[in-house]
């Protein structure tokens, strides 16, 4: 009877474990992670049982971090996580974890500063193996087929020859990047005229004169720092700065960056001339651009920027917005044929198919489509010549005759759909929310205040429970805990609606959720952007930096001053006087938190 209860208690076990390496992912609300649901590889959901596992089982967890509307990400699931040989490799001897970065921005941005750090840049797909403890040990971005599972066998092999001495290397080295990272120490008083002054001169200094934008490739909108750059210039007006500006605008607008059919902004281009995007478009691109532009359009007294914003935002409206108020997060870089940008390309075959001759010219000429295109796959349309260029060559204004076109362009390419990511961020809903109300401001379209209101009425009513936030919702299923950007952004549109609205409630509910930033992430030594880590290393922040999004810790500050509350003005100071060191070591990067100083100086 004991060696029969034995025989049943192993097979048990041997099915229970089983069943906990297969594949999680099949029908999980993230989007990005039900695209792996049907993958060879056993992928696991992050959370506190991967850790527990890999120390339990002493093995190094991979974690490969990406987004639904990454193009290279669905390349190295077709080329690597869809590969049997390569699938039973790391189900053998790893922990293998698929992480949506959306979803999980406080490691997934833990991850991309160590890959920056030991390989110089980092982007996605992201792959990381970490320690059973959590330490990260090897990072790196897209690697083709052959040398991803070299780089497995080798990392097996030293993981089974050297597991202790790799375990404290990897604790050592982050122990290293955390010291790092908070070394500057805090001062008394803040030089803003010498902030102001060292923004310009750095953003002059990386400033491309002949094509716009800051740096070298690729050119990504930058839209914080253009922002404060936009502001700086109500201080004293620098012609050199207002042409960098201006220039990079335009470029912006008028090149391949922009979806000029349809509407809305690509997330970045691949070179420094703005021809060739990566064709995702995301929701806080959009939120962030029409808002620059209409800002923008008032510093340069310049209406085409308008103009600018509103098919911004009419597209968002069209393709992002949904029923239940919220946006979606994103359209995916490649279209349902799995060809990247197949949806906004053309060839001649199908701009002949879509338009009659007189239309087929004068779209060639309107958006450079003839002659060799600069993009694989067809060509895209840029602003080539203008309307009234063309109008006053044929002797006869051809405005209307746009507007068919572009019509009817857009009615030929509904067919080729790019997938959606359908998950409502509330950090990006809250953004689109600032967006909606600047554009009802400045357009009085009932259209924008309408889609503020029911927007108001999702972060409030799907997001929020009364107390505390969610970070996604997806469907009727309410994804994640909120990072300190979900707060901030949808604290900052709800505050935004109040005073268009009125409504007292509502800014009472923005100043509950700045309480809780404060709360949440802001400690003596500076900012957490999550309360619920669990890997180690995770440095405190003096200041953080601007990426594509606004810093949330400059936002938070801003916001901060907007209440007549004593106790969140003095942590707003104390904030920014414990930023200043770093913000003045490099200002392109804070350049939020020298704006949130122009505003409010201490």
């Not at 034995?6 to 609300?29: C, E, I, R």
């Not at 699938?87 to 790893?94: E, K, P, V």
């Not at 800002?295 to 393709?319: C, I, M, N, P, Q």
């Not at 080729?416 to 689109?432: E, I, S, V």
Request: net charge neutral; with cysteine; aromatic share 10%.
């Amino acid at each position: 009877m004991a060696r029969v209860l034995a025989v049943f208690l192993a097979l048990l076990f041997t099915l229970s474990a089983q069943g906990s390496v297969s594949n999680q992912l099949k029908d999980h609300p993230s989007p990005y992670l039900a695209l792996h649901g049907n993958d060879p590889v056993h992928w696991q959901a992050w959370g506190a049982e991967v850790l527990e596992r890999a120390r339990r089982e002493n093995k190094l967890i991979f974690i490969a971090s990406g987004y639904f509307a990454c193009h290279w990400c669905h390349v190295m699931q077709r080329e690597s996580y869809q590969d049997p040989e390569i699938a039973r490799f790391l189900n053998t001897h790893f922990i293998p974890v698929k992480v949506d970065r959306e979803l999980q921005p406080t490691l997934d941005a833990h991850l991309i500063n160590f890959v920056e750090k030991t390989r110089g840049s980092a982007g996605w797909p992201l792959n990381v193996f970490l320690t059973p403890e959590g330490y990260p040990l090897v990072g790196l971005t897209y690697a083709p087929p052959k040398p991803f599972m070299g780089l497995l066998e080798k990392l097996e092999t030293r993981w089974a020859e050297r597991a202790d001495d790799l375990k404290e290397a990897a604790r050592l080295a982050s122990l290293a990047m955390k010291e790092e990272r908070v070394d500057a120490k805090p001062l008394a008083s803040i030089d803003a005229e010498g902030l102001h002054v060292g923004l310009v001169t750095m953003a002059l200094a990386l400033g491309d004169e002949m094509e716009g934008g800051l740096g070298m490739q690729p050119r990504f909108p930058m839209a914080p720092q253009w922002s404060a750059l936009i502001d700086r210039l109500s201080h004293g007006r620098d012609e050199k700065l207002a042409e960098l500006i201006s220039l990079t605008l335009d470029q912006m607008a008028k090149q391949g960056l922009r979806d000029h059919i349809g509407g809305g902004f690509f997330r970045y281009t691949v070179d420094p001339s703005w021809q060739v995007p990566h064709y995702e478009k995301m929701l806080y691109t959009q939120a962030l651009l029409s808002q620059l532009y209409l800002k923008a359009a008032h510093a340069f007294g310049r209406s085409e920027y308008k103009e600018v914003a509103r098919d911004t935002l009419d597209f968002a409206l069209r393709e992002l917005k949904q029923d239940n108020g919220g946006f979606i997060a994103s359209l995916s870089a490649v279209d349902e044929d799995d060809e990247e940008g197949g949806g906004y390309l053309w060839r001649d075959a199908q701009l002949k198919q879509a338009l009659s001759g007189q239309e087929l010219q004068f779209a060639r000429k309107r958006w450079r489509l003839e002659g060799t295109s600069p993009t694989e796959g067809g060509y895209l349309p840029v602003d080539h010549q203008s309307v009234s260029s063309l109008s006053k060559a044929q002797g006869a204004d051809l405005s209307q005759l746009e507007i068919t076109v572009k019509r009817k362009l857009l009615k030929a390419r509904e067919s080729r759909k790019h997938p959606q990511d359908t998950k409502q961020l509330a950090a990006w809903n809250g953004l689109m929310l600032l967006a909606l109300v600047d554009g009802a401001r400045e357009f009085g379209d009932a259209r924008y205040r309408k889609s503020a209101s029911d927007l108001r009425d999702f972060l409030v009513n799907r997001l929020w429970n009364g107390e505390r936030l969610f970070r996604a919702r997806d469907g009727k299923r309410n994804l994640g805990s909120a990072a300190m950007e979900d707060y901030v952004y949808v604290a900052a549109g709800l505050h935004a609606w109040s005073r268009l609205s009125g409504s007292k409630a509502d800014y009472h509910l923005s100043r509950t959720l700045v309480k809780q930033a404060w709360d949440r992430y802001f400690t003596a030594d500076g900012w957490q952007s999550t309360d619920e880590s669990l890997v180690p290393g995770i440095a405190s922040e003096q200041a953080m930096t601007d990426g594509p999004l606004p810093s949330p810790a400059a936002m938070l500050i801003e916001l901060s001053f907007s209440f007549e509350d004593k106790a969140l003005v003095s942590k707003a100071k104390q904030a920014l006087t414990l930023s200043y060191p770093v913000v003045q070591d490099q200002p392109i990067w804070y350049a939020s938190h020298i704006q949130a100083l122009m505003k409010n100086p201490l």
